[in-house]
């Protein structure tokens, strides 16, 4: 029986903290109607109307190199593909189902190709596994919150038998940790309403994960969903407490710590528009600009991002999102000293943006320039023992001007006369500390 261990916790989370940055991938028949994951669901679409999706789905475009250096190329240290989502289709070839990519016309093991080709190209890797199946005839229908056929009393529950479906669920979690190499993630989706911890038999679950995964993390939604910290939390973790928490299309208003005083590992996954799966319809994308600052401001509550493509039924990237992760990329590849293994500065968050932090030395993000010289806020001068511009390493003076002698607690940095900062996102400050 697994047990939590501070020790061996915080070695299996290190290399989490610090790559900081991931790709999330929706990808499925969803792709092909094309109004996001849940579309079986919102339009309460009997099987019948869906399966025409699994006879046609073949990603001629599908090119999982591809989508590796893309990622690499955006700075992303990490991915995780959706394996299986709620509507049941297998992205693997698991032989506990039809209903999986190898039986469409596309006839390839689409977990398979993504994990040996973002291996191949240096990324950790994970895998996403829906805990429920609106696919499987074990799996509550009527009258369950989620199913497509909640509100057709014609598919009772009568003849369901749910433990039938945990051992399914349990199979193919084993194929996946057992049949494919090295997971370094398994990202469950979701628990509600009494549908959590043990009425998945999680401890089972896993037990049965971290056997065959040693090192593996495992997000916390087994207890949880996109609310709820989970167990880890409360200082009491549960067998299948999650190793960190998932919020969802936001991020914490502060760091989280657990009822102990301990920082939580987290990690928000955040849409590029406002879906999962591909929706073309929906072009409300977030700019470049706007996700490396929400990277930054994860990073500097403790937390990691893990930002979502939804690939469409070709198996192509949405080309806002290519142009997207080309935008973070170019400012990554300047900047991400102050990204990687970097964390809460512990200092007062500065007017002009936030603060990481890597031992001795701090990052402070300017996204928007200062009238006079930079405060460094929390940082006395005479700790300074350089200030450099990041993407160029070159020297910035710190200040000494007149205009800020009435706060001599305070160190200053001289930008010069030019009110435009170097880089209108992010300039980024690399300021070394005397070592103490
Ligand atoms: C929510 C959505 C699900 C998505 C997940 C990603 O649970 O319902 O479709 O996969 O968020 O975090």
Known sequence: ???????????????????RFGMFLHWGLYSIPGRGEWVRSTEQMPEEDYLPFFREFNPVDFDPKAWARLAKDAGMRYAVLTAKHHDGFCLFDSALTDFKSTNTPCGR???????????EAGLKVGLYYSLLDWHHPDYPHYGDQNHPMRNRPECGNENRDFDRYLAYMHGQVREL????????????DFSYGDLRGEAWKASELVDMVRSAQPGILIDNRLEASGEG????????PTPYHGDFVTPETMIPPYQLMDAQGEPLVWESCITMNNHWGYCPTDRDFKPAPLLIKKLVECVSKGGNMLLNVGPDARGNFPEESVEILRGIGKWMRRNHDSIYGCGTAELPKPEYGRV?????????HMFENTLGPVPLMGVKPEQVQSIRLLADGHEIPVSYSWC????????????????ILPDETDTVLVVTLKEV
């Open 177 to 188: 940790c057992e049949n494919y190499g090295k997971l370094d993630l398994m990202w469950f």
């Open 404 to 419: 800020r002698s009435d706060y001599p607690e305070i160190a200053f940095a001289d930008l010069g006369p030019s009110p």
């Open 356 to 364: 990481t932090r890597k031992g001795n030395t701090l990052y402070f």
């Open 1 to 19: 029986m697994y047990t939590f261990n501070r020790d061996d916790y915080n070695a299996r989370t290190e290399w989490f903290r610090q790559a």
């Open 229 to 236: 910290f989970g167990s880890l939390a409360t200082g009491n």
């Open 109 to 119: 093991d689409l977990v398979r190709e993504f994990l040996d080709a973002f291996r």
